[in-house]
Antibody, heavy 120, light 108 residues
Framework: EVQLVESGGGLVQPGGSLRLSCAAS????????MSWVRQAPGKGLEWVAN????????YYVDSVKGRFTISRDNAKNSLYLQMNSLRAEDTAVYYC?????????????WGQGTMVTVSS | SYELTQPPSVSVSPGQTARITCSGD??????AYWYQQKPGQAPVLVIY???ERPSGIPERFSGSSSGTTVTLTISGVQAEDEADYYC???????????FGGGTKLTVL
């Protein structure tokens, strides 16, 4: 069964850091681009970051550039999101997703999400 | 920044046809994708490349494109189809991922 399982969410103070993890199974993880997508409470979906199969290319939404870092470990079938200098507006459910490309990106497999709350 | 516009809500009775639209200037050049999200659950891809249906998605879900508008059509709506639906595409360069604001489908 194709599966993505996120972990690492929690409550963090403004300015703090958090590292999210995503464990992949049921498919050849190293063959796919991977992404993080977030959803603030009661709001819509927002793409956060993409990473190429070998980690050599990474793309971010403007609002997280310089603060968030996406990475992966293909030997462990795992995706990560290091989040620094967190702000209240980063509060959201963070989803790990498998990315596909056909003139534009889309996401065919999603994890169940992990909640990040930034508050004092 | 590029935006995709969806109606906030659509309501239909069971067995009827629901149509959810999504408008954006780059849609004639870029494919559109549709996701279904039920409360407390992760999104599920229901349509890709404007009109293709992933395996496991019921045939009552279909997609179409005309100019700057794409449409998700759900024929013979069932109670289980009640959910939020999001369109997604990219700007004309294909680099920025953009989601519509979402449409809440209510089955009366």
């Amino acid at each position: 069964e194709v599966q993505l399982v996120e972990s690492g969410g929690g409550l963090v103070q403004p300015g703090g850091s958090l590292r999210l993890s995503c464990a992949a199974s049921g498919f050849t993880f190293s063959s796919y681009w991977m992404s993080w997508v977030r959803q603030a409470p009661g709001k819509g979906l927002e793409w956060v970051a993409n990473i190429k199969q070998d980690g050599s290319e990474k793309y971010y939404v403007d609002s997280v550039k310089g603060r968030f870092t996406i990475s992966r470990d293909n030997a462990k079938n795992s995706l990560y999101l290091q989040m620094n200098s967190l702000r209240a507006e980063d509060t959201a459910v963070y989803y790990c997703a498998r990315a596909r490309y056909s003139s534009s990106w889309y996401f065919d497999i999603w994890g169940q999400g992990t909640m990040v709350t930034v508050s004092s | 920044s590029y935006e995709l516009t969806q109606p906030p809500s659509v309501s239909v009775s069971p067995g009827q046809t629901a149509r959810i639209t999504c408008s954006g200037d780059a849609l004639p050049k870029q494919y559109a994708y549709w996701y279904q999200q039920k409360p407390g659950q992760a999104p599920v891809l229901v349509i890709y490349k404007d009109s293709e249906r992933p395996s496991g998605i019921p045939e009552r879900f279909s997609g179409s494109s005309s100019g700057t508008t794409v449409t998700l059509t759900i024929s013979g709506v069932q109670a289980e189809d009640e959910a939020d639906y999001y369109c997604q595409s990219a700007d004309s360069s294909g680099t920025d991922v953009v989601f519509g604001g979402g449409t809440k489908l209510t089955v009366l």
